[in-house]
Nanobody
Protein backbone atom coordinates (compact mmCIF):
# COMPACT_ATOMS: atom_id res chain seq x y z
CA UNK A 1 0.00 0.00 0.00
CA UNK A 2 0.99 3.63 -0.33
CA UNK A 3 3.21 4.88 2.47
CA UNK A 4 4.55 8.37 3.00
CA UNK A 5 6.98 9.17 5.80
CA UNK A 6 8.13 12.70 6.54
CA UNK A 7 11.33 13.61 8.36
CA UNK A 8 13.57 16.59 8.99
CA UNK A 9 11.41 18.68 11.28
CA UNK A 10 12.65 20.26 14.48
CA UNK A 11 13.18 23.45 16.43
CA UNK A 12 14.83 26.33 14.61
CA UNK A 13 15.33 30.01 15.35
CA UNK A 14 13.61 32.67 13.25
CA UNK A 15 15.58 33.24 10.07
CA UNK A 16 16.90 29.69 10.09
CA UNK A 17 16.50 26.87 7.62
CA UNK A 18 15.28 23.29 7.54
CA UNK A 19 14.94 20.69 4.84
CA UNK A 20 12.05 18.28 5.07
CA UNK A 21 12.00 14.92 3.30
CA UNK A 22 9.17 12.58 2.43
CA UNK A 23 9.99 9.00 1.53
CA UNK A 24 7.31 7.36 -0.60
CA UNK A 25 6.64 3.69 -1.28
CA UNK A 26 3.87 1.56 -2.73
CA UNK A 27 3.31 3.72 -5.79
CA UNK A 28 4.95 4.71 -9.04
CA UNK A 29 6.34 7.88 -7.50
CA UNK A 30 7.43 9.51 -10.74
CA UNK A 31 3.87 9.38 -12.09
CA UNK A 32 2.24 11.57 -9.46
CA UNK A 33 1.97 15.19 -8.48
CA UNK A 34 3.15 15.55 -4.90
CA UNK A 35 2.24 18.18 -2.34
CA UNK A 36 3.28 19.57 1.02
CA UNK A 37 0.65 20.75 3.49
CA UNK A 38 0.87 22.14 6.98
CA UNK A 39 -1.45 22.25 9.94
CA UNK A 40 -1.22 24.54 12.92
CA UNK A 41 -1.87 22.97 16.31
CA UNK A 42 -5.41 23.65 17.42
CA UNK A 43 -6.66 24.12 13.86
CA UNK A 44 -7.42 20.51 13.02
CA UNK A 45 -9.88 21.44 10.28
CA UNK A 46 -7.48 23.75 8.50
CA UNK A 47 -4.72 22.12 6.53
CA UNK A 48 -2.93 24.65 4.33
CA UNK A 49 -1.47 23.72 0.95
CA UNK A 50 2.15 24.87 1.03
CA UNK A 51 3.66 23.64 -2.24
CA UNK A 52 3.00 21.33 -5.16
CA UNK A 53 5.34 19.79 -7.70
CA UNK A 54 4.51 18.10 -10.98
CA UNK A 55 5.30 14.45 -11.61
CA UNK A 56 8.50 15.17 -13.52
CA UNK A 57 9.43 18.07 -11.26
CA UNK A 58 9.32 20.75 -13.91
CA UNK A 59 6.44 22.75 -12.49
CA UNK A 60 5.93 24.00 -8.96
CA UNK A 61 3.38 26.13 -7.12
CA UNK A 62 3.56 27.76 -3.72
CA UNK A 63 1.30 29.37 -1.21
CA UNK A 64 1.71 33.14 -1.18
CA UNK A 65 2.89 32.97 2.43
CA UNK A 66 5.96 30.87 1.55
CA UNK A 67 6.79 31.99 -1.98
CA UNK A 68 10.42 33.04 -2.27
CA UNK A 69 11.37 31.27 0.97
CA UNK A 70 10.45 27.62 0.38
CA UNK A 71 11.50 25.36 -2.47
CA UNK A 72 9.88 22.03 -3.31
CA UNK A 73 11.83 19.41 -5.22
CA UNK A 74 11.84 15.68 -5.81
CA UNK A 75 14.20 12.84 -6.60
CA UNK A 76 12.26 10.37 -8.70
CA UNK A 77 15.15 7.88 -8.67
CA UNK A 78 14.84 7.62 -4.89
CA UNK A 79 11.09 8.31 -4.52
CA UNK A 80 11.76 11.21 -2.17
CA UNK A 81 10.03 14.57 -1.98
CA UNK A 82 11.79 17.56 -0.39
CA UNK A 83 10.87 20.93 1.02
CA UNK A 84 13.71 23.37 1.58
CA UNK A 85 12.57 26.05 4.00
CA UNK A 86 14.62 29.22 4.40
CA UNK A 87 14.07 32.46 6.29
CA UNK A 88 11.72 30.68 8.64
CA UNK A 89 9.24 32.71 10.65
CA UNK A 90 7.34 31.87 13.85
CA UNK A 91 4.16 31.68 11.79
CA UNK A 92 5.67 28.75 9.87
CA UNK A 93 5.33 26.66 13.03
CA UNK A 94 3.11 23.69 12.17
CA UNK A 95 3.05 19.99 11.44
CA UNK A 96 4.11 19.46 7.84
CA UNK A 97 2.63 16.64 5.76
CA UNK A 98 3.37 15.27 2.34
CA UNK A 99 0.46 14.07 0.29
CA UNK A 100 -0.43 12.36 -2.95
CA UNK A 101 -3.75 11.86 -4.68
CA UNK A 102 -3.77 8.42 -6.26
CA UNK A 103 -6.81 7.10 -8.10
CA UNK A 104 -9.09 9.58 -6.39
CA UNK A 105 -7.89 8.83 -2.88
CA UNK A 106 -5.65 11.08 -0.85
CA UNK A 107 -2.71 9.64 1.07
CA UNK A 108 -0.89 11.39 3.87
CA UNK A 109 2.16 10.77 5.97
CA UNK A 110 2.12 11.06 9.78
CA UNK A 111 3.70 14.52 9.57
CA UNK A 112 6.78 16.18 11.02
CA UNK A 113 6.72 19.04 13.51
CA UNK A 114 8.44 22.30 12.63
CA UNK A 115 8.78 24.84 15.42
CA UNK A 116 10.24 28.27 14.75
CA UNK A 117 11.06 30.03 17.99
CA UNK A 118 13.83 31.92 19.71
Amino acid sequence: QVQLVESGGGLVQPGGSLRLSCAASGLSFSSYVMSWYRQVQGKERERELVATISAAGGATNYATSVKGRFTVSRDNTKSILYLQMNSLKPEDTAVYYCSVDRLGRGYWGPGTQVTVSS
